[in-house]
């Protein structure tokens, strides 16, 4: 199983942008579908989740900006990202579970003030 993400760039304080994970495998039986991230000399920490039965979660440091969605016709998970900031700035992974769990490769997000 592949993960790949895509959508990441360079964007102002403020912007927005449209993370994608497509996956080579069917995402509508997933467990688990998850965004992390990655900032420079920090832990991977958790942004987003959405489970096989509807339930979504976000970090606090992201609700109200940050839209987990999926479209299973497409097999790809996305995060809308909205009112970005300088603290964004990571590289974003999403990650799948269906048995055990896959991870795309990352794409770097930065945000300039």
């Known amino acids: 199983v592949q993960l790949q993400a895509s959508g990441g760039g360079l964007v102002q304080a403020g912007g927005s942008l449209r993370l994608s994970c497509t996956a080579s495998?069917?995402?509508?039986?997933?467990?688990?579908l998850a965004w992390y991230r990655q900032a420079p000399g920090k832990d991977r920490e958790f942004i987003a989740s959405?489970?096989?039965?509807?339930?979504?979660n976000y970090a606090d440091s992201v609700k109200g900006r940050f839209t987990i969605s999926r479209d299973n016709a497409k097999n790809t998970l996305y995060l809308q990202m909205n009112s970005l900031a300088p603290e964004d700035t990571a590289v974003y992974y999403c990650?799948?579970?269906?048995?055990?769990?896959?991870w795309g490769q990352g794409t770097l997000v930065t945000v300039s003030s």
């Open positions: 990650k799948i579970r269906w048995g055990m769990d896959y």
């Open positions: 495998k069917n995402i509508f039986g997933a467990i688990v």
């Open positions: 959405m489970t096989r039965d509807g339930n979504i």
